[in-house]
């Protein structure tokens, strides 16, 4: 293992992949940068090139660079505008979002990317400690067990956002309804599609997502004409937020873990492994009240996890071939054509080249980090920029990114009807983040439902880790609730 | 029985149209095989319940006159505009830019729109030119040249042509 | 605003407006240059990225533009859903005499066609065949532990499990079951091959059935796992010891209807992943797209990609070869056509209708 392990690094160290990495690392960051314009869009444009490539190191080094660091880049406009700059990163919009309104951006961002590199580190190597046990344990998760684990992301979330625990599930509730539009791939049904051709893909995140958050976001400072920030201070800074993250070391440490282990579940761990560690977060940390408004906690670990689960959710990419989501199918192609096979082999004989990935997580985040380190402060002074410069810019960037879902005009349509339904959740105190976490992971919590339904009848109720899970579940919604009933008759 | 406000009464409606959302989903998918129905019913019927326990206490807190607790909110209530007009005046730019698109593609209506709402807010005639070229120049790039998408016909054009 | 202004900034604006493609001042090709010159094809894929006919369709977009004279450039746009319904009835609604749009198809697609239903909006004889790349006929496996259940009528079902019930293999699975008495139940719904190979891993199904001859290679060296049958007219000599179908059936073989059903659903296999233009495109087109798509087959480079990804086994086939597929495929007479719903109906299967 120790030869794969070194093979691996040096084919990394090479001019020319260390060069392809740094080439990935800034696309990536641009991208990640840039709501919208996602992960698919981009890999688009490289897989072409990427397929004529005669080694597979600096493929590897391209590829895995450009998709490791989309999280840390998001965290720009998640705590800039509250726009998710990427799926994984909805929990930081919470606190991130709120620092910058009190002028503490620039704390905001270091803390996250900070919390990024630590997390990005400590991926690998839990990575490599359960390297051995990993193929069973996703053997030994099952089509019931993704159904109560979906079930869990989005009941938890649904609880934890917004002092109406109501509001939230029925938030997430409507998320899952509206990932049912389209038609259903197994019983060839159009559900609320009306007939039109356009909705028989369902309705595309990325249009949620901008226009749930990007735009409401847009009304309001338009609406005020006033900056991002409400103070004109800078408030405490960049140095502030590095500190932050080794003062609470333990906890970028325990939600670093959160984010590998919840990160190896094919195919939902990217979505919620933030989350899991926002609410683990709040649910364990003493002193919980500011969380929300502004507590720096609830940017370290919802980041320190996000970039951790890049790391897990490679395991079930390379072991099994199973791709987390369209930016890795399409890496998981590009593998193939150089030569790389996801399966057994990536452990065995083709273990240097999960080595190079590995390397390729670690190295490409620090260079990461380092960028958006170097960019934070300056970006962060946007927060004080005249309304009037912001809004027609993040429109703007809104709507290409909305275009980019299908090219199709009738998506502007959509926006704008996700516009005026994130503008009235907002005005009527209805937390969004479960709505958009719904329509992630909606289809997935669907099928499995179906599948152990289907498969094991009702049987499926009855097996031992369905039950553990199924107790874990209802513990993190009750725990929540009852809390909040203490507070309220405290105060 | 105190003044019970618009806000309050909208509030209501809000939560009385997500309920009516739900019961209308479930109505459509009871035609549908269980494979396509059974989780629009399942988590419909949870949400029904949801929602009518959100309704009373919606109409209660109206009733009473009560805002929001405070327990803990994680996320920040909207802001109000500064004047009634405030609020309108954003949808009517988001409004026509979103129609400028349709009538004469991105590559005309972006640098347009980023233009006309720097000059109308009394932006310097700098700072919005520049934006206006960075952000066409921004689009043209990534999707003109490197994407080669294909851009929909603007409805002046085939209206024109 | 006064008007100065006002006519200032209608001026300023017009001016990235004249880079804009739409108004169309780029100029016109040389009558001399190649058609295909300066433009660019765009290939609707019937499936998400990352699966067989995508990775089909990036070769495709890879190699195929390099033969054609001009070099156009490419772009791919995926269309899933419904087994491809969505695509096939975007691609006929859409497609237009100018050739810039080409369409990756598989199996599935002329499939559904022959199933029928009403939202079938198209009609795959009337495409123009390009070409068509086939991996050879699927490999059905089958967990040793369920192997001993597979005749026993008194034991657990044996599960079958498939994405979206409709691929051709499952007719073995199905004519298995019916004639040879096979203990079988189906599951589908699981989203694509990789999430399907896991579950057979898992345990959670027992049989499945494939192209891709990587995979199997790599369940077989896992162990647990064995070979039942393949889809061939004759035994491949890499999988010299494993029976076609018809000669598991052997004397069971059914005649009539019930064969000609069979053929119906498995016959679309034949041409796999196939390349079509519209109809309305004009045949001078036609005959460009048609040499390109058979000179890559000269072409080392598409040659060694195409191995990596489909193993070996697999060849091109020309577009004429390929009309002629479809149309065998699509042809059906109303008795075989009613057996095939019956049969479905009878084992739990999607059939055309969306009765409960």
């Not at chain 1, 400690?129 to 998760?141: C, E, G, I, N, Q």
């Not at chain 1, 940390?285 to 996890?305: H, L, T, W, Y």
């Not at chain 3, 559904?112 to 390009?130: L, V």
Request: overall charge positive; hydrophobic content about 50%; glycine content about 10%.
């Amino acid at each position: 293992m120790v030869e794969a392990a070194l093979d691996g690094l040096l084919g990394i160290l090479t001019l020319e992949s260390l060069g392809m990495m740094c080439v990935g690392v800034l696309i990536g960051s641009l991208v990640g940068f840039l709501p919208g314009i996602g992960g698919p869009t981009t890999l688009a444009i490289m897989l072409p090139f990427v397929m004529t490539a005669k080694d597979p190191m600096p493929v590897i080094a391209l590829l895995v660079g450009m998709d490791a660091v989309g999280n840390t880049a998001s965290s720009f406009p998640s705590i800039l505008i509250s726009v998710p700059g990427s799926a994984g990163s909805q929990a930081t919009i919470l606190d991130g979002f709120a620092m910058a309104k009190r002028g503490e951006a620039a704390r905001a961002l270091s803390a996250s990317f900070t919390a990024s590199l630590i997390g990005g580190l400590i991926g690998p190597i839990v990575l490599l400690l359960t390297l051995p046990v990993l193929r069973p344990l996703v053997l030994a998760f099952g089509s019931p067990e993704f159904f109560v684990l979906t079930l869990w992301g989005l009941a938890m979330v649904g609880v934890l956002s917004g002092n109406a625990p109501t509001k939230g599930l029925l938030a997430g509730i409507l998320g899952v309804l509206i990932a049912t539009v389209g038609l259903d791939m197994k019983s060839g049904i159009e559900r609320f599609a009306f007939g039109e051709p356009y909705l028989w893909e369902g309705i595309s995140l990325i249009l949620v997502a901008l226009g749930l958050f990007g735009v409401p976001e847009c009304i309001d400072l338009a609406t005020r004409k006033s900056s991002i920030a409400e103070r004109s201070d800078l408030g405490a800074g960049f140095s502030e937020g590095i500190k932050d993250v080794f003062r609470h070391w333990w906890l970028t440490l325990r939600s670093s873990a959160i984010g590998v282990w919840v990160g190896f579940l094919p195919g939902l761990g990217s979505s919620v492994a933030d989350w899991f560690a926002y609410a683990h977060a709040v649910q364990t940390e003493k002193n919980r009240m500011q969380f929300g408004r502004g507590d720096v906690r609830g940017v370290i670990a919802p980041e320190s996890a996000n970039n951790s689960k890049e790391a897990g959710s490679y395991i079930p990419t390379l072991a099994f071939g199973i791709p987390g989501g369209t930016s890795t199918a399409l890496i998981l192609t590009a593998f193939v054509a150089v030569g790389i096979n996801p399966g057994p082999e990536m452990l065995t004989t083709q273990l240097n080249f999960t080595f190079a990935v590995i390397w390729t997580l670690v190295i490409a985040n620090v260079i990461a980090v380092a960028i958006c380190m170097a960019f934070a402060k300056p970006i962060a002074k946007a927060c004080f920029l005249p309304f009037y410069t912001i809004v027609p810019l993040i429109l703007v960037f809104v709507v290409i990114g909305g275009f980019s879902a299908h090219f199709n005009n009738i998506d502007l349509f959509v926006l704008l009807v996700f516009a005026v339904l994130g503008f009235m959740m907002r005005r009527h105190g209805w937390p969004r983040a479960p709505l958009l976490l719904g329509v992630v992971l909606g289809t997935k919590m669907e099928l499995y439902l179906w599948l152990s339904y289907t498969r094991f009848g009702t049987d499926w109720l009855l097996r031992p880790t369905v039950l553990i899970l199924f107790i874990l579940v209802l513990a993190s919604v009750l725990f929540p609730i009852w809390q909040q009933l203490r507070v309220a008759k405290a105060g | 029985m105190k003044h019970i406000t618009w806000r309050a009464l909208e509030r209501t409606f809000f939560t009385f149209f997500v309920g009516l959302v739900l019961v209308s989903a479930m109505r459509v998918s009871w035609e549908w095989p269980v494979r396509a129905s059974i989780i629009v019913l399942v988590l419909g019927s949870c949400g029904v319940v949801l929602a009518l326990v959100q309704l009373i206490s919606d109409i209660r807190n109206a009733v009473e006159g009560n805002e929001k607790g405070q327990a803990l909110n994680l996320e920040l209530p909207a802001a109000e505009p500064l004047s009634r007009l405030g609020g309108v005046e954003i949808w009517a730019w988001i409004i026509g830019f979103l129609g400028l698109i349709q009538l004469t593609g991105f590559l005309y209506a972006i640098p347009f729109f980023t233009f006309s709402y720097i000059k109308f807010y009394s932006g310097g005639w700098l700072l919005s030119l520049a934006l206006a070229l960075f952000t066409w120049a921004f689009v043209f790039t990534l999707f003109d040249v490197l994407l080669h998408v294909p851009w929909p016909e603007p409805l002046l054009y085939s209206l024109f042509s | 605003m006064r008007s100065r202004n006002l006519l200032m900034l209608l001026a300023i604006s017009l001016i990235p407006g004249l880079f804009s493609p739409n108004l169309g001042l780029s100029g016109d090709a040389d009558a001399d240059k190649p058609y295909y010159s300066g433009k660019t094809i765009k290939i609707l894929v019937s499936s998400s990225a990352g699966g067989g006919t995508d990775t089909t369709a990036r070769l495709v977009a890879q190699f195929l533009p390099k033969h054609i004279p001009g070099n156009p450039q490419t772009i791919i746009q995926n269309m899933p859903g419904g087994g491809g319904t969505i695509a096939n009835n975007y691609f006929t609604a859409n497609g237009k005499d100018d050739g810039l749009l080409i369409f990756q198809d598989s199996s599935s697609g002329p499939g559904n066609f022959t199933r029928g239903g009403k939202r079938i909006k198209y009609d795959p004889r009337k495409y123009q065949a390009i070409g068509s790349l086939t991996r050879g006929g699927s490999l059905m496996i089958i967990r040793k532990d369920a192997r001993p259940r597979l005749l026993d009528p008194k034991a657990k079902k044996v599960v079958v499990g498939d994405s979206d019930g409709i691929r051709t293999w499952l007719a073995m699975a199905v004519w298995g079951a019916e004639y040879l008495g096979w203990n079988l139940r189906f599951v589908y719904g699981y989203p694509g091959t990789r999430e399907l190979a896991l579950a057979l891993r898992q345990g959670e199904i027992d049989v499945w059935s494939t192209q891709n001859v990587k995979i199997v290679r790599e369940l077989l060296k896992e162990g647990g796992f064995e070979l039942l049958t393949q889809e061939e007219e004759e035994r491949r000599p890499s999988f010299a010891d494993v029976p076609t179908f018809e000669e598991l059936l052997g004397a069971k073989k059914p005649k009539g209807a019930s064969w000609e059903a069979f053929q119906a659903w498995t016959g679309p296999n034949n041409i796999d992943k196939f390349l079509v233009a519209p109809e309305p495109t004009p045949q001078k087109l036609v005959a460009i797209l048609r040499q390109a798509y058979m000179r890559m087959n000269a072409d080392p480079d598409f040659k060694s990609q195409a191995s990596n990804f489909f193993g070996e086994g697999w060849r091109l086939r020309s577009g004429e070869t390929t009309q002629k597929l479809i149309r065998e495929a699509t042809t059906i007479s109303a008795e075989a056509q009613d057996f095939l719903t019956m049969i479905r109906k009878k084992y739990g299967l999607p059939t055309g209708e969306q009765k409960k």
